[in-house]
């Protein structure tokens, strides 16, 4: 069940579902431009949480680095789904979304207003039924969580 928390005007939440888009397609289309318009880069970071039964690791990676060794090698894919569940804008500053994306990651992404534009600064990720990228693929990437 998605909701909204409406604690701000409906320009900042359709402005904040803009950039949220502008992630998910960019990712979707290899469309580095596009993530660029949604990530604060060179600042974003993903949080990619790794492991189970309380042996997880948080493996934190520049947004430029995600792009560079995962995003940009995807396969090409026709479909795409996000499902946004939970939308949450304080004060027109600061925002948290929630999102079920291609139906195999669960997403928070923190996002704040500067100068006018919403940019996501911080994206936590989990795959979701307990699905894994291996440890070791993810050390040889990105080094040691």
Aim: proline share 3%.
């Amino acid at each position: 069940m998605s909701k909204i928390i409406l604690s701000s005007n409906a320009e900042d939440i359709s402005a904040v579902v803009a950039t949220v888009l502008d992630y998910t397609f960019g990712v979707a289309t290899k469309d580095w431009d596009r993530l660029q318009r949604a990530f604060d880069v060179p600042k974003a970071q993903m949080k990619l949480i790794s492991g189970a039964g309380g042996n997880e690791k948080v493996f934190v990676i520049p947004v430029q680095a995600v792009w560079d060794k995962i995003w940009s090698t995807l396969p090409d894919s026709d479909v795409h789904t996000v499902d946004i569940t939970a939308i949450s804008v304080k004060h027109g500053q600061i925002a948290v979304v929630e999102l079920d994306n291609n139906n195999r990651f669960f997403d928070q992404l923190s996002l704040y207003k500067i100068n006018g534009q919403w940019k996501i600064y911080d994206k936590l990720t989990r795959m979701l039924d307990g699905g894994q990228i291996p440890e070791k693929d993810l050390i040889a990437m990105f080094g040691d969580a």
